[in-house]
């Protein structure tokens, strides 16, 4: 009688392969989600440049020297796209601060600040902002949004 011959893998090589696995997802999954946030802070930057160059666009045309008081007003005027125009995009929240005056005396502000500030869906590690005079700050704290223009001009400068 000839002996059937079983072909398969063993139990151990089988946990040694569920082990390698899980050691590659533990190196790649933390990289993955900070490449995520990296992305996301990128989105934000570009958002907020998007949102000054409407503001003047705005100022410009329909404001009769005022900028708009809100995302759904640049919205309306087809300056931004309605993701942005919703005040949430890539885990961003997205808002206009106190604006006021018209022409040379007319001021705004806009802030991005991450929808999740902490723990393993934190979306940003930074909040990125801006004013009439198309300056880009950034802050790490997040612990709050910033609320006025006074607020945003406390943050740093992005690239110093």
């Known amino acids: 009688m000839k002996n059937k011959r079983q072909d ?3 139990l151990i090589e089988l946990l040694i392969v569920v082990a390698i696995i899980g050691i590659i997802a533990a190196i790649a999954i933390p990289n993955l989600m900070a ?15 998007t949102i000054h ?3 003047v666009v705005y100022q410009n045309t329909g ?3 005022a900028y708009a008081a809100d995302l759904n007003t640049l919205q309306t005027e087809r300056l931004i796209d309605v993701s ?3 005040g949430t995009k890539s885990g961003y929240e997205f808002e206009i601060v106190e604006q006021g005056g018209t022409g040379a005396g007319a001021v705004f502000g806009a802030y991005a600040f991450p929808a999740i500030t902490s ?5 940003g590690t930074r909040a990125f902002a801006t004013t009439e ?9 997040l612990s709050a ?3 006025t223009i006074s607020d945003i001009r406390n943050l740093n400068i992005l690239g110093n």
């Open 8 to 10: 398969g893998f063993s």
């Open 53 to 55: 160059s409407a503001q």
């Open 84 to 86: 942005l125009g919703s």
């Open 35 to 49: 490449s995520r946030r990296a992305a996301n802070e990128g989105s934000a930057q570009s958002a907020i440049r």
């Open 63 to 65: 404001g009769a020297g």
């Open 133 to 141: 005079d198309g300056i880009m700050y950034v802050g790490t704290d």
């Open 145 to 147: 949004a910033p609320a």
């Open 119 to 123: 723990g393993v869906q934190q979306t």
